[in-house]
């Protein structure tokens, strides 16, 4: 049983919560995720390790609550328990090895993942501009956090409730097309067809580009292959090659429909959850 | 219930084993209950009977864990049913589930003298009576052995780790059971389907036994990532560690169209509907997808555990599709058996070329091409050489891939010292000793995918060559 030590509400869908789990604290590194289940009878999902302390022993995960599952886990409080929380899974990002200027685009919840990546090059001497943007103000995460470890922090809302009135990619091609600051990498973490959008408009500009994906998993740890993505032509799974790939490579396609695969089962495990709620036999 | 000479008379010249109740294949392909109920008291020690006590018991020596099968067929003979689990228990940790998977057929019955003129005595179905017997009795707790004062690791909580860390602990270690999943048994818990082997009825309870013996088992942890073989030395102070996990990497055909939706590796068809209880969704919330026609290509156990778990989830046609004859077919027979009983279909010298995907990215057909066997390959089996224009559509939804898997890579990438076999495997001698230092390895790890026997026979050596080891520090 894994104990949750702190709750946040980020914004009306996301949630932040620090977990006790020392073991996996201990060796927790940006780009990698943990597997939890809230409870007996749930189901393994995937989370990116937002943060982590060694001397607390806990991990942050913030998640969005779109599905059956995130939206029980945001029903927890602190001093409840998850039954089950297991990593840290896949491997670490790579850092750039000469210093260097890096773009960080954070899309919605992608925020979250895209966050100890930009922390880890800002500690790394690495000098980042951030891009990050939601549907509307009210949902935009970590701001301040993405603000200290950025050089430069871009906003947009689709609505234009804050920062620019548009999408993430907007502000990118800006860069993209300033010859005189010259873009290291690009690391893009959000939506899936934000992250095809930004593949697809940095490819002409050979511009180093990777995506953090977070397919449907079971097990994390290789055994089952239901994260298999094909990068470069080859078939990869996510847990364990994973979860950072090089976005020019990816077959954004077929992970589009793969990712599609339980959509009638996930509106149906909602309905049942929202249903037993307000039954009152949520627990 | 005492038999009389005659009749015991009668009972060894009996050709046949006695039949073992099951559940009728209409009936059970709507349930995940168990197939076979298994024997009485009375036909118990009846079969028994069939047994001629022979002084050199051929049967033992096909037995990967050495169990006297005389020794406790004798106890069956004279209803000592107490005394004959404890001799059974002597040597398999794990019984109920032996009882249930082993390939008694190729194992302790296919040396059975009685098999020569007959069938053999049905070694597992008795071992599985006793195994039964005493689970529904209650199982006894076992003496604690004075402590050695030595720290074990064992990793992998599958067949091979739970009978290492049984009987290191009965040799009065301290052994910590690691398990990557949040649930124990390795392919006993997310492989073998819960007709075939039931979780919470049998395997948790022998799960518990093991636990019983003083095992700490951790679930959660995954060695190689959580914490690495070389911090289980330096850091938690073990003094040797036992690697059991197993052959947990899904093969592929690595033909076009095998990423569309509606294509599972077997691993994870399995996985989703045994440890993650698909079948019971919503109540459960993993899901599980099944077109109406299903194929599972490959002819092994696994494959048929696909194809009679696709029966009971639902769909109404279930293909095996296999690129050898029936004579290759690796499966055990009564698994094959069962699997025809429920009207899985044989498309057999069939192999699979394409997957052909709807619009929307979901399978809608499957190309194979018709197969006929040549000259005998490396494996010395007829190799099978496709015949030029027999291609032709399987208008499947749902395609399952059950052609194998190969060992998990994890903690051989991640520890220094280990030497590998050309498949990834861990090189072991037959003591179960790596080519480091206190780092032994049974199991799937070594052989490659193998049976549950095999890799609880591999786990009991370890278990022996480990406590000498011990003894020598």
């Not at chain 2, 998990?408 to 903690?411: A, R």
């Given at each position: 049983?894994?104990?949750?030590v ?14 006790e789990?020392p073991?996996?604290?201990r ?10 289940r809230v409870?007996?009878?749930g ?5 990116t390790?937002?943060d982590s302390?060694?001397e607390?022993?806990t991990i942050?995960i913030i998640f969005?609550?779109v599905?059956k599952?995130t939206?029980?886990?945001?029903t927890?409080?602190v ?5 089950d ?8 990002m ?7 200027r890096?773009v960080?685009?954070g899309g919605?919840v992608?925020?979250?993942p895209i ?5 880890a ?11 990050i943007g939601?549907?509307?103000a009210d949902l ?5 956090e ?5 050089k ?5 809302t689709d609505?234009g409730?804050?920062?620019?009135h548009?999408?993430?990619s907007?502000?990118?091609q ?5 010859k ?6 690009i ?6 067809p934000m ?6 408009q ?21 055994m089952c292959g239901?994260c298999r993505?094909?990068?470069?032509g080859e078939?990869?799974f996510?847990?364990v ?5 090089d976005?020019h ?9 793969r ?8 509106k149906?495990?909602l309905e049942?959850?929202?249903?037993d709620c ?6 | 219930m005492s038999?009389d000479?005659e ?8 050709k ?6 099951e ?7 709507k349930n995940?209950?168990?197939?076979p109920f298994?024997?009485d008291q009375?036909?118990?020690?009846k ?5 001629l006590?022979?002084?050199?018991a051929k ?5 990967p864990v050495?169990?006297d099968?005389?020794g ?5 003979q ?12 002597e040597?398999n940790n794990?019984p109920a589930?032996?009882?249930r998977v ?8 296919s040396?059975?003298?009685r098999g020569?003129k007959g069938q053999?005595v049905?070694i597992?179905?008795l071992?599985r009576?006793?195994?039964d017997?005493?689970?529904?009795k209650?199982?006894?707790k076992p003496?604690?052995p004075?402590p ?8 992998g909580?599958?067949p ?5 860390a ?6 009065g ?5 690691y398990e990557?999943?949040?649930a124990?048994?390795g392919?006993?818990?997310?492989g ?10 049998i395997?948790?309870?022998e799960?518990d036994?093991?636990a019983?013996l ?6 959660n942890v995954v060695?190689g990532k959580?914490?690495?073989v070389?911090?289980?030395f330096d ?6 560690v036992f690697?059991?996990t ?5 093969q592929?055909?690595?033909?076009p169209?095998?990423?569309c ?7 994870e068809?399995?996985t989703?509907?045994?440890?993650m209880?698909?079948y ?9 997808k099944l077109a109406?026609?299903v194929?599972?290509?490959g ?12 029966l009971r989830?639902g ?7 296999y690129?050898?004859?029936d ?5 055990r027979?009564e ?8 009207g ?8 699979p ?22 000259e005998?390959?490396e ?9 030029k ?7 499947v939804?749902t395609v399952?891939?059950?052609i194998?898997n190969?060992p998990?890579?994890?903690?051989p990438?991640?520890t ?6 050309k498949k ?5 001698d037959?003591?179960?000793?790596t080519?480091?230092k206190?780092i032994?390895a049974?199991g799937d790890?070594?052989t490659?995918?193998a ?5 609880m026979g591999a786990?009991?050596?370890a ?11």
């Open positions: 049983m894994f104990k949750i702190t709750k946040k509400v980020l914004s009306e869908v996301n949630k932040l919560m620090e977990i789990a073991l996996v604290a060796k927790a590194q940006p780009g990698q995720f943990i597997i939890l409870r007996e009878n189901e393994r999902i995937p989370l390790i937002a302390d060694k607390k022993g942050t969005q609550e599905g599952t939206k029980e886990l945001g927890l409080e001093g409840e328990y998850l039954s929380f297991v990593g840290p899974l896949g491997r670490p790579e850092l750039p090895t000469a210093p260097g890096v960080a685009v919605g992608g925020i979250a966050y100890p990546k930009v922390k090059f800002h500690d790394a001497g690495m000098e980042v501009v951030s891009i939601a549907r509307t935009l995460i970590l701001e301040d993405m603000r200290a470890v950025s430069e922090l871009h906003i947009c609505d409730t804050k920062g620019h548009g999408f993430v907007d502000i990118l800006k860069m993209l097309d300033d005189s600051q010259k873009i290291d990498e690391i893009a973490v959000g939506p899936l992250m095809r959008v930004i593949a697809n940095t490819r002409p500009y050979g511009v180093k580009t990777l995506v953090s994906l977070n397919p449907i998993m079971v097990d994390g740890t290789g239901c993505v094909s990068v470069g078939t990869k996510s847990c090659d994973g979860p950072v790939f976005a490579e990816v077959d954004f396609d077929e992970l589009t429909r990712s599609r695969t339980y959509l009638d089962e996930e149906i495990a049942k959850f929202e249903h307000r039954c009152g036999g949520g627990k | 038999l000479k009749t015991i008379k009668e009972l060894r010249k009996l046949e084993k006695h039949p073992m109740p559940q009728d294949p209409r009936e059970r392909i995940f209950d168990e197939v298994g024997y009375e036909t118990a020690v079969e028994a009977m069939r047994c006590q022979c002084k050199d049967c033992v020596e096909g037995c050495e169990v099968i005389p406790f067929i004798k106890l069956i004279e209803e000592k049913f107490d005394e004959g689990i404890k001799k059974l228990k040597k794990l589930v032996c009882g082993c390939p008694q057929e190729s194992q302790c019955e040396f059975c003298v020569k053999p049905a597992g179905r071992e009576f006793l195994a017997y005493e689970l529904a209650g199982v006894e003496e604690k004075a050695s004062g030595k720290r074990v690791a064992v990793v909580s599958g091979a780790g739970l009978t290492a049984g009987d290191l602990a009965r040799m270690h301290e052994v910590v059971l990557a999943f949040h124990t048994g392919v006993l818990r997310y073998i389907p819960e007709f075939r082997l039931p979780k919470e009825k395997l948790q309870r799960v036994y093991i019983s003083g095992v700490d088992i951790r679930t060695i959580t914490i690495t070389d911090e289980l850091e938690e102070g073990f003094h040797a690697i059991g197993g052959a947990g990497l899904p592929f055909l690595g033909i169209g095998e990423n939706n509606g294509v599972y590796s077997a691993n068809f399995l989703r509907t045994n440890l209880k698909a019971k969704f919503p109540e459960w919330d993993t899901p599980i109406k026609k194929a599972v290509v002819a092994g156990n696994v494959a048929m555990d696909s194809a009679r778990t696709a989830l769909a109404e046609e279930v293909h095996i599709v690129r050898r004859s004579k290759e077919m690796p499966a027979a698994e094959i058996e069962h699997a025809k009983e429920e899985v279909i044989f498309n057999l010298l069939t192999n070329v394409k997957i052909i995907a709807d619009e929307n990215g979901w399978v809608k057909g499957m190309e194979c091409i018709k197969m006929e066997l040549g005998p390959d494996s010395g089996r007829a190799r099978p050489v496709p015949i224009g027999s291609e032709f559509i399987f208008d939804g399952v891939i059950a194998g190969s998990n890579p994890l903690i990438q991640t220094s010292g280990l030497e590998l076999g990834g495997t861990i090189k072991a037959s003591d179960g000793a080519t480091r206190g032994f049974g790890i070594v490659g995918a049976t549950v026997i095999l890799a786990g009991k050596v278990a022996r060559a480990i406590d000498r080891y011990l003894s020598t520090l």
